[in-house]
């Protein structure tokens, strides 16, 4: 079946620009996390949801940074005002439970790689 | 803060040789550890993962040896080949939580 799928694969911004970043998790998936990736580094965590609701954006490193799931299924990450600090790779990965019922494993999509002039 | 501290940076093997790459976490509440491989333009996939209550999984070619006392948990790869070629990243998550706390990676180079 298909898997976690992301659009745009790359972004080039100019400062002070809005962008927007889509997620097309897998079917049936009841969680989703966004995860940012500088060069060279791990994934950080930025946000989760589990079907529509945004149960834990401690990640989110500025007011500038938005998220949002409204149906359950395709997820926006919004980077409002980009600063040149904003560029990394952000990846999006779902899971098929929700949390408190064991660990699942979480299927990464291939990112987006946001480049901010 | 980094809670999961994870090295070499950059380790080569040639091909047939083990691969061995640690980590170290900080907090106890972890109790789910999994490896993650990741290749150039593509997201990390699960490779293997391990909780606390085992000291060592094995799966094929990977083995996690995890040592709970020492907070210490490592990824062996025997037998590598070129297309392991990529790079690792360990992580830890809390039951109920979810997110995955990584470790910085470590890039592996298999020579042929």
């Known amino acids: 079946g298909a898997g976690v799928s992301q659009s745009p694969r790359y972004k080039v911004a100019k400062r002070g620009q809005d962008v927007a970043l889509r997620c097309d998790p897998i079917?049936?998936?009841?969680?989703l996390f966004w995860y940012q990736q500088a060069l060279g580094q791990g994934p950080e965590f930025l946000t989760y949801f589990q079907n529509e609701a945004q149960l834990d954006k401690s990640g989110l490193p500025s007011d500038r940074f938005f998220a949002e799931r409204p149906e359950g299924s395709v997820s926006t990450l919004k980077i409002q005002r980009t600063q040149q600090e904003d560029s990394a790779v952000y990846l999006c990965?779902?899971?098929?439970?929700?949390?408190?019922?064991?660990?699942?494993?979480?299927?990464f999509g291939p990112g987006t790689r946001l480049t901010v002039l | 803060q980094q809670q999961v501290k994870q090295s070499p940076q950059s380790l080569i093997v040639q091909k047939g040789g083990i691969s061995i790459i640690n980590c170290a976490y900080e907090?106890?509440?972890?109790?789910?550890f999994p490896w993650y491989q990741q290749f150039p333009g593509k997201g990390p996939a699960l490779l293997i993962a391990?909780?606390?209550?085992?000291s060592e999984k094995k799966e094929g070619r990977f083995t996690i040896s995890f040592n709970k006392s020492a907070k210490q948990f490592s990824l062996h790869i025997m037998d590598s080949q070129p297309g392991d070629s990529a790079t690792y990243f360990c992580?830890?998550?809390?039951?109920?939580?979810?997110?995955?706390?990584f470790g910085t990676g470590t890039r592996l180079l298999v020579s042929p």
């Open positions: 391990i909780r606390p209550d085992v």
């Open positions: 992580a830890a998550s809390m039951r109920g939580f979810q997110k995955l706390v």
């Open positions: 079917s049936g998936h009841v969680s």
């Open positions: 990965a779902s899971s098929p439970r929700r949390p408190g019922l064991g660990h699942y494993e979480q299927f």
């Open positions: 907090n106890t509440a972890f109790d789910y």
